[in-house]
């Protein structure tokens, strides 16, 4: 599931502040069509991501918005899904989610 809030507060003339904050959860799921039979050990657990943005929008009244944000803000080590060799004789993997990433972005509006 998902769940996300957002919240602005008007500047006047230097623009407004935007804060969003989202939040994703999910249970264990299965890598393997064929689940947990012929391919033991193909479930990853559940995990939380938690991710947040602050925009400071229409800068000056120019019609340029800068952003700043977080995705995976507490570190939160999960997998997005794998590979089942089992049934092949070969190990299985799981794929790994993106860390922890901080950026920013200008957006012109015209």
């Known amino acids: 599931g998902s769940l ?25 799921q299965f890598f393997s069509n064929v689940g947990d039979t012929l391919n033991p050990d193909t479930v990853l657990p559940s995990y939380k991501l938690v991710n947040a943005r602050l925009t400071w929008g229409d800068i ?12 995976n ?9 794998g590979n089942a060799g ?10 790994a989610g993106f860390p922890r990433f901080i950026g920013g972005e200008v957006r012109v509006n015209f």
Do not use: C, H, M, W
């Open 4 to 28: 996300f809030g957002e919240f602005t507060v008007p500047l006047g003339d230097p623009g407004n502040l935007t804060l969003r904050l989202d939040a994703y959860a999910q249970s264990k």
């Open 73 to 81: 803000l507490f570190k939160e080590k999960y997998y997005v899904g």
């Open 86 to 95: 089992q049934s092949g004789g070969l190990p299985n993997s799981a794929n």
């Open 60 to 71: 000056l009244g120019l019609g340029v918005d800068a952003s700043i944000f977080a995705r």
